[in-house]
């Protein structure tokens, strides 16, 4: 049998890390390409993900919000990215008010608000599953807007994950979401064979 070379997290992670670097040990050599020829060192930004601390990786309760940006200062981060999900940034918990009033604390840590991910699963065979991933997406451009930042991150099939009592784990939401796509198939077997 054949031997994949499968690359796992770790893996993706130093690779990832050791391109990077190499791209910014030099990037006077890549100023030929377009879009990279005032790229300057200095205009890097490093950010935070919120998702980092939100309480689901570790044994241990979530920052808040308000914490995140602190830790983002303490450890010389430039900003932030907000994970779209309880307990940082899901929608429906962050009325324009509130947004403001993060936006106005990170100002006075002179710290960033550089976008929000959204976790978003759009290949659900199911019309309703699609449409309430929109309106969640409708709501997170709303609170991009009130915090003042830029991005909006989209996972297109985002398996999600579910809680454990002591970690969280991808296993259950993978299942549901090989189901959709084995449904998927059949949908459109059905359809060449018809």
Not at 103 to 112: H, L, M, T, V
Not at 118 to 124: E, L, T
């Amino acid at each position: 049998m054949k031997k994949t070379n499968v690359m796992n997290r770790r893996k993706f992670m130093v690779t990832s890390l050791a391109a990077t670097t190499a791209m910014a040990a030099d990037l006077s050599g890549i100023s030929g390409i377009p879009g990279f020829s005032n790229v300057k060192i200095s205009d890097m930004k490093v950010g935070l993900y919120s998702i980092t601390l939100i309480g689901i990786w570790y044994r241990g309760k979530g920052a808040t919000l308000e914490d995140v940006v602190r830790s983002a200062k303490k450890y010389d981060y430039d900003g932030i990215e907000i994970d779209g999900k309880r307990p940082h940034g899901n929608p429906l918990d962050w009325p324009t008010k509130r947004c403001q009033e993060l936006r106005s604390f990170a100002d006075d840590q002179g710290i960033n608000i550089y976008g929000v991910a959204a976790n978003n699963d759009f290949s659900s065979p199911i019309p309703e599953h699609r449409e309430a991933q929109i309106a969640y997406v409708k709501e997170l451009i709303r609170m991009m807007s009130d915090l003042g930042a830029k991005t909006l991150r989209l996972f297109l099939a985002w398996p999600g994950v579910t809680k454990h009592p002591q970690l969280a784990q991808y296993a259950v939401a993978q299942d549901i979401l090989d189901m959709n796509y084995a449904i998927l198939f059949r949908l459109k077997m059905v359809r060449l064979l018809v």
